[in-house]
């Protein structure tokens, strides 16, 4: 991979340092956005999902790439992939709180539902570093298999389970134990990995067969596939739903979550990216890579409904709506 591309006492309102303001209340974030990194232009951008519009946008440098939210969903971790460090935003106030540099190619990353870790993918390195959130300092690691990219921990919180890219794999982790249980085949090149909100099953975006694999957790055996659009990238569930970005083919390929049957390709963008629904799954959200916009679409109808005008190259690889 490219590294790159691996890329609100007195009505006064005083911005917070390198913090643009687009639109919006006066120092306080909306309650209902999406927060995008856009790798080329080393930003940030908040969007208000209601308006589908962006409303501050902040330098974060290192071609920001991955983000995941703390369980209040108030603090977001971001990877820069070149900077090679974790950046802690405070997604309230819009600024940049704290870094921590991790040296190889920080990637994906995930957040436990409870406890004060997350977990980056280290492409380079092979293995997956857990930081404490706490102290933002790094608190171990795990060896995983080659260029491990999208994480994921299971909702009850024991398990998180890495795409290993390079490897054709996923490797599930206990994470009390810090262990890696298993390493189960899927199909070539994993990238996002996303799992089910019963923690049941867990879906890969396999980048070079064009499918998604499905894994039932439990046994961690694969229990069957999908037929994507080309180069799929990520995956979300919503009303019942699968929906992977097809980066090449500039498509949403949707499929029924229970029988793994295609249901239909919807024409999205230019390179479509992180896909993410919103807490009821009402929408789901795509960052277009080459548009530079931030897509909606609505899960039922399987139309596309609205779009934000973002920072260059949103990627927005992981979790980004809170």
Known sequence: MNA????????????ALGVLTLAGPCGAAAAHEAIVTGQPSDSVSFVDLSAMKETG?????GKPAGIALSPDKATAYVTAPDG??????DAVSR?????????GAPLGIAAHPTRPEVYVA????????????????????IAVGQSPSGLAVTP????????????????IIDIGTRTRLASVEVGNRPFGITIDASGQRAFTANVKSDDVTVIEIATKKVIGRVAAGRRPYAVALAQGRGFVTDQYGGT????????????????ACDHPEGIEPDADGANVYVACWGDDVLLRIDPRSLAVTGKAAVSSGPRAFGKFIR
């Open 252 to 267: 949403v390929t949707v499929f029924d979550q229970s029988t793994l049957q295609p249901i239909k390709r919807i024409a």
């Open 57 to 61: 946008r902040i330098h974060a440098g």
């Open 84 to 89: 090679k460090e974790l950046i802690e935003i």
């Open 4 to 15: 790159s591309r691996v890329r609100r006492k007195l009505g006064l309102c005083l911005p």
């Open 122 to 141: 280290d492409w380079y390195a092979h293995k997956v570093i857990i930081v404490d959130t706490g102290t933002l300092s790094v608190s171990g690691e």
């Open 156 to 171: 009850d919180g024991r398990l998180l389970l890495s795409a290993d890219r390079d490897s054709d794999a996923v490797s």
């Open 95 to 103: 600024a940049i709180k704290r870094r921590l540099v991790l040296g």
